[in-house]
């Protein structure tokens, strides 16, 4: 993903979990709007890409691990 030459952050050294979150989110967006990134114009474009990819994530996708939820359907049961 070079697009708009974005450098992703790297672990440092000893310190396996740094970023466990974020490489866990990104290893799921890229091959959701991979073909959508493709045709981005602008910085504007690729934040409402990923602002609607997360809100998707959150609000319309059922979990399995969650109890065949959204995770805000599961949040709110908690």
């Given at each position: 993903?070079?697009?708009?030459?974005?450098?992703?952050?790297?672990?440092?050294?000893?310190?396996?979990?740094?970023?466990?979150?974020?490489?866990?989110?990104?290893?799921?967006?890229?091959?959701?709007?991979?073909?959508?990134?493709?045709?981005?114009?602008?910085?504007?474009?690729?934040?409402?890409?990923?602002?609607?990819?997360?809100r998707?994530?959150?609000?319309?996708?059922?979990?399995?691990?969650?109890?065949?939820?959204?995770?805000?359907?599961?949040?709110?049961?908690?």
């Open positions: 993903m070079d697009i708009f030459s974005i450098t992703p952050s790297m672990l440092r050294k000893a310190n396996a979990l740094d970023n466990a979150c974020m490489e866990s989110f990104f290893s799921y967006l890229k091959p959701e709007i991979q073909k959508e990134l493709q045709t981005v114009q602008s910085i504007e474009d690729t934040k409402q890409l990923i602002h609607d990819y997360i998707y994530d959150n609000h319309r996708r059922i979990q399995g691990v969650l109890d065949y939820q959204t995770p805000v359907q599961y949040a709110k049961a908690g």
